[in-house]
């Protein structure tokens, strides 16, 4: 141990605190000579250390060479350095890992999932929070895309699946709702909307099935059928079915399916100009009926029907029909605890000019139109 001014203070210390007070101040004889004593002791010890410390590093390198204590230096410098560098590779290798760490958590994360109608569904975050959503039919073909950025801000596309050209974008990116239609060769048509009262986009046409023969439910019929495939995904199947010998239309069957392949609506128009249709939306069935006559007489009629839970069976809970002299309009009843009763309350209407007052009264079910 070298002496420095480290140990001379401690050696002073403690030769101090060896002192002994006087009763009346000053200090005795034999304690000065006891802390001179102890202080020499301890200079003495600290010297003979340094001095060992030293023979031994002597002692190691006698009868060495000046080749071989050069060696041993320099083993000794390349061991500080090899430790050096790895510790270095240890805090680079960490700084690695964390900026991977932190890359991974910033990357571009995506999951699918497979729509009830069969199209496959891809959305994405990136690391600014912006949320992409594609859609893709069964031929793996996009045809539509919704973007939403971290403030708030919007962008949807519909595509045409077979070009894959966009068709129209509304996007309120600027701070303005606009719309931008995409025409032929380039060119494209922005406007501004108000998003509030625009009514939603009427999908586009994009393709359609060939023509393909079906058997009808009536014998000497000839049927052809095809499929309308839309931009937001929905389907119209439409068959018209001719007469034997095919030179008559005589009804054109149409049925809509959403793009999760829900039937919302079917009509069929037959060649008397009658026809019958029905609007499906959740648990409501609404169905029309417009017949002619021999007479050029027109019929038309409208029920709504609902599921009843306590029946297990759909009830009309609505209906009107009018033959062009009167308008009757039919209300189902409930009993006192919310249980229909088959019973109806009907109101019958007639023209302004035929000075005829409405009256009301109560009928069964029978008298309600069915539609079928």
């Not at 060119?187 to 994009?206: A, R």
Request: proline content about 3%.
């Amino acid at each position: 141990m070298a002496i420095n001014p480290e140990n001379v203070a401690n050696i002073t210390k403690e030769a101090y605190s060896a002192l002994k007070s006087k009763a009346l101040g000053g200090v005795s004889k034999e304690s000065a000579q006891n802390a001179i004593s102890e202080a020499v002791n301890k200079a003495v010890r600290l010297g003979e250390e340094a001095v060992g410390k030293v023979q031994q590093e002597m002692q190691a390198l006698r009868n060495k060479t000046a080749q071989e204590i050069a060696e041993m230096t320099s083993q000794k410098d390349a061991f500080v350095f090899q430790a050096k560098h790895d510790a270095a590779q240890q805090i680079q290798q960490a700084k690695q890992e964390a900026a991977e760490a932190v890359k991974k958590a910033k990357a571009t994360k995506s999951a699918e999932r497979m729509l009830p109608n069969g199209h496959k569904e891809v959305r994405s975050v990136n690391k600014n929070g912006a949320v992409m959503v594609k859609e893709y039919n069964e031929a793996g073909q996009l045809l539509k895309s919704n973007v939403t950025t971290l403030d708030g801000t919007i962008r949807r596309t519909s595509y045409n699946p077979v070009t894959g050209e966009p068709v129209k974008t509304f996007t309120n990116t600027s701070g303005k709702d606009m719309l931008i239609e995409y025409k032929q060769y380039g060119q494209h048509k922005i406007s501004q909307v108000n998003n509030k009262k625009v009514k939603p986009q009427k999908p586009t046409l994009v393709s359609q099935t060939r023509p393909e023969y079906v058997k009808t439910e009536f014998y000497g019929e000839r049927g052809m059928k095809f499929d309308r495939i839309y931009s937001d995904g929905s389907k119209e199947t439409i068959t018209r079915v001719t007469n034997s010998d095919g030179s008559r239309v005589e009804r054109t069957e149409l049925v809509r399916f959403d793009k999760d392949g829900n039937k919302v609506y079917d009509k069929i128009i037959w060649d008397t100009n009658s026809s019958r249709e029905h609007i499906y939306k959740d648990n409501i069935t609404i169905a029309k009926r417009v017949h002619k006559d021999n007479k050029g007489t027109i019929y038309k009629s409208e029920t709504k029907s609902v599921y009843d839970p306590n029946t297990n069976n759909r009830v009309i809970v609505k209906a009107k029909s009018t033959d062009g002299l009167s308008t009757t309009t039919y209300k189902a009843l409930k009993d006192e605890f919310g249980f229909y009763t088959g019973k109806y309350e009907a109101k019958t209407t007639y023209p302004k000019v035929s000075g005829m007052q409405p009256y009301i009264n109560e009928v069964e079910s029978k008298s309600v139109p069915h539609i079928c």
